[in-house]
């Protein structure tokens, strides 16, 4: 007879198991390139399995099985993946999957379905197409399902960053010169003129080094160009044993080498991808695009904390732009959870207690700074 702990357990490995299929079929649908959409269908059939073994360890105990519902996390994956495609959320889901990979260690029951076993092989696959902003293509699908038969982009990270980068540094900004004592109309100014720089800065920043990036590929595109054409038996031979490192049997690693080289059309692509962990199409995206991006993420967040000195003046101005950077920070803290998986509440209550505590820090320097100077 199973005890109440091991019927929590069984409770929330099936929890567990339902969030990974609902996020499973909604990239699926999502996706566009059908040999993608496969093998996360696919993945969802392993864990449509799980689900029917943990019912069925619920229904030996006597115990209902919950009626389940997506979890917040969940429900937010799944919606930007319906949004903006799967490749939006595959870093996130990388790293939930890393995270999980380990949850069935232990537990004697599910390393007897082989679930373990299972598991980290959606963690590898996982981790393996989030090295790459569309996902697997053409050849490295055929490879990855054959080894595993069961089978990016960074925005979502970037976003949530670059906006707690304007944020907390504004936030910091304003209550340093609220503190030395100015007028609100002061306090405006400079939280503007702080947005504004810290934006430009940021934008800068991300365009050389998106732009210095793509150099740096082009460059080693042209390296390998001129090798292949000059010694393409070594060039060859390079990844064929790339292959077998990845667990591929030599003989079957050198045909499949052959095979993707012979093709003038894809052998270059081919050798970027493996080799140099290039996606020759992109080339590490857009330096204009990440710019952009970046000077508007930095700027929302910077929003915050400059917004009430609008309307408000005084104390009041101050108080209000300390509360609405306070729920802002939290909702930043929450979202980070996206990515890794931790306790939403307990994730924004830190971000919440490192904001508060810079933004003390320069107010009492501004305070200090400021009886100084008086």
Same mark, same amino acid.
């Given at each position: 007879?199973?005890?109440?702990?091991?019927?929590?357990?069984?409770?929330?490995?099936?929890?567990?198991?339902q969030?990974?299929?609902y996020?499973?079929?909604?990239?699926?649908?999502?996706?566009?390139?059908?040999?993608? /959409? !496969?093998?996360?269908?696919?993945?969802?059939?392993t864990?449509?399995?799980?689900?029917?073994?943990?019912e069925?360890?619920?229904?030996?105990?006597?115990?209902?099985a919950p009626?389940?519902?997506?979890?917040?996390?969940?429900?937010?994956?799944?919606?930007?993946?319906?949004?903006?495609?799967?490749a939006?959320?595959?870093?996130?889901?990388?790293?939930i999957?890393?995270?999980?990979?380990?949850?069935?260690?232990?537990q004697?029951?599910?390393?007897?379905?082989?679930?373990?076993?299972? !598991?980290?092989?959606?963690?590898?696959?996982?981790?393996?197409?989030a090295?790459?902003?569309?996902?697997?293509?053409?050849?490295? +699908?055929?490879?990855?399902?054959?080894r595993?038969r069961?089978?990016?982009?960074?925005?979502?990270?970037?976003?949530?960053?670059?906006?707690?980068?304007?944020?907390?540094? +504004?936030?910091?900004?304003?209550?340093?010169?609220?503190?030395?004592?100015?007028?609100?109309?002061?306090?405006?100014?400079?939280?503007?003129?702080?947005?504004?720089?810290?934006?430009?800065?940021?934008?800068?920043g991300e365009?050389?080094?998106?732009?210095?990036?793509r150099?740096?590929?082009?460059?080693?595109l042209?390296?390998?160009?001129?090798?292949?054409?000059?010694?393409?038996?070594?060039?060859?031979?390079?990844?064929?044993?790339?292959?077998?490192?990845?667990?591929?049997?030599?003989?079957?690693?050198?045909?499949?080498?052959?095979?993707?080289?012979?093709?003038?059309?894809?052998?270059?692509d081919?050798?970027?991808?493996?080799?140099?962990?290039?996606?020759?199409q992109?080339?590490?995206?857009?330096?204009?695009?990440?710019?952009?991006? /970046?000077?508007?993420?930095?700027a929302?967040?910077?929003?915050?904390?400059?917004?009430?000195?609008?309307?408000?003046?005084?104390?009041a101005?101050?108080?209000?732009?300390?509360?609405?950077?306070? +729920?802002?920070?939290?909702?930043?803290?929450?979202?980070?959870?996206?990515?890794?998986?931790?306790?939403? +509440?307990?994730?924004?209550?830190?971000?919440?207690?490192?904001?508060?505590?810079?933004?003390?820090?320069?107010?009492?320097?501004?305070?200090?700074?400021?009886?100084?100077?008086?």
């Amino acid at each position: 007879m199973a005890t109440k702990t091991e019927i929590t357990r069984y409770q929330e490995n099936l929890r567990t198991e339902q969030d990974a299929i609902y996020l499973y079929e909604r990239m699926a649908a999502a996706e566009a390139n059908p040999d993608l /959409s !496969e093998i996360y269908g696919r993945l969802a059939d392993t864990e449509r399995k799980h689900v029917e073994a943990w019912e069925g360890k619920l229904r030996e105990a006597g115990a209902p099985a919950p009626r389940y519902a997506p979890t917040w996390r969940s429900r937010i994956l799944g919606s930007l993946a319906a949004r903006f495609g799967p490749a939006m959320v595959l870093p996130s889901i990388a790293a939930i999957e890393k995270s999980a990979a380990s949850g069935y260690d232990g537990q004697p029951d599910a390393a007897a379905m082989g679930m373990p076993a299972e !598991e980290r092989s959606h963690a590898r696959v996982f981790g393996y197409m989030a090295k790459n902003t569309r996902g697997l293509e053409g050849s490295a +699908v055929a490879r990855f399902e054959g080894r595993h038969r069961a089978a990016g982009g960074n925005a979502l990270r970037a976003g949530v960053l670059g906006a707690n980068d304007g944020l907390l540094s +504004v936030f910091s900004l304003t209550m340093g010169v609220a503190g030395g004592g100015i007028s609100s109309h002061l306090i405006l100014l400079t939280g503007l003129a702080g947005m504004l720089a810290g934006a430009l800065s940021m934008a800068l920043g991300e365009w050389l080094s998106v732009q210095s990036s793509r150099e740096l590929y082009e460059h080693q595109l042209g390296i390998e160009k001129r090798e292949l054409a000059t010694i393409p038996e070594e060039e060859k031979e390079e990844l064929a044993l790339i292959y077998q490192a990845k667990g591929v049997p030599p003989a079957a690693a050198h045909e499949l080498a052959d095979r993707l080289l012979s093709d003038n059309a894809t052998a270059l692509d081919t050798l970027a991808r493996e080799e140099l962990s290039i996606n020759p199409q992109e080339l590490g995206g857009s330096a204009w695009e990440a710019a952009v991006m /970046s000077f508007f993420l930095f700027a929302f967040g910077a929003m915050f904390p400059v917004l009430p000195y609008f309307f408000l003046t005084g104390t009041a101005g101050i108080v209000a732009s300390a509360v609405l950077s306070t +729920v802002a920070l939290f909702a930043i803290g929450a979202a980070i959870t996206l990515m890794t998986g931790r306790n939403p +509440v307990l994730s924004g209550m830190r971000q919440v207690i490192f904001g508060l505590a810079a933004a003390a820090i320069t107010f009492g320097v501004g305070r200090l700074i400021g009886v100084a100077v008086t």
